[in-house]
């Protein structure tokens, strides 16, 4: 067993990745320069979206937003600092080292970029990102990130509350569930390119979990457009679960009546359930869960039982053996 889960990615064995043709066409896409358009928000905000995969992450564009006291929903601890929130990874459609998701950035395009809404709503749609974003104010949330694998992070997330966009499209009362599907690109994806997992990358969430107003759909992070290693356009940020659950750059969402399967799950039904709510009572099989590293920090700290929002949440799952469902 391992001494430190951090040191140790949840994957199975993978195989060689060859990163010939990947880093050329990062290359030329690094060449190739995007123009910026400025666009209003409501809100009164106003966010400059540049293709992120062009900047690196000292030029990210700026969101502007007022300053703000801290909300309901905020961790007033330190926030884990930029530069390492955007270069220590997961995000497999761009590699599996942690260092990959940065340095591959370029493969993904962000524009343009669609959203699809359908399954069990009266309303489907399918929706240009920037039109999605314009329908929402923008947010900030000041969230704890904890990974299955015994690291974790703070951060300032932008975005909206999944359920506003929920409420809009309107769940028929069959709905129960709700299926994120994440950006499907091998061509261009070098992670794609190689049977790590089955693409897409696909996630779920019950709709009451769907619905809590922690559940949240960021676009910004530490006042920037999210690059691509964090997720652009458009991710999950849902603190009580391991990382994993946060999908990153979805490009559908889909109600449905029963639960759907999830990518880590499929690969390893003994190491990950569907709920995934952060439990230091309950290891993984290959490794403690009882604590975890704050990146940036040297000591071990204890993990909290639902990430610290026990309060909020413990309700959702009142009468359920956690132990069972994990
Ligand atoms: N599409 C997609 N989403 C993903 C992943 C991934 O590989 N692909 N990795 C997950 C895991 S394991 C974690 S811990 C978080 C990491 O988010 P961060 O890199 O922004 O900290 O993203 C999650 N979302
Ligand atoms: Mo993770």
Redesign the pocket.
Known sequence: MPTDPDAVP?EKPRPDEDRSNPSRRQFLRSAALFTGTALALGGGLELLTRRPGAVSSEEAPELARPARPLGPYDTSEPVTPYAQ?TT??????LGVSKDD?ARNASALRVRPWTVEIDGEVQKPVTVDIDQLQSWFPLEDRIYR?R???GWS?V?PWLGFPLAALLRRVQPTGEARFVKFT??NDPQDLPGQQEAI?DWP?V?GLRLDEAMHPLTFMAMGLDGKVLLP???APL?LAVPWK????????IVRITLTASQPETTWSRAAPDEYGFYANVNPAVPHPRWSQATERRIGELRRRDTLPFNGYAEQVAGLYRGMDLRRFY
């Not at 220590?88 to 459609?93: C, D, H, L, R």
């Not at 391991?242 to 750059?249: E, H, L, Q, R, V």
């Open positions: 949840h929130a220590y990874n997961n995000f497999y459609e998701p990130m990974c299955v694998e992070m951060m994440a950006v997992l990358y996630e290693q964090s997720g991710r391991y990382g994993f659950k946060s999908i990153k750059s």
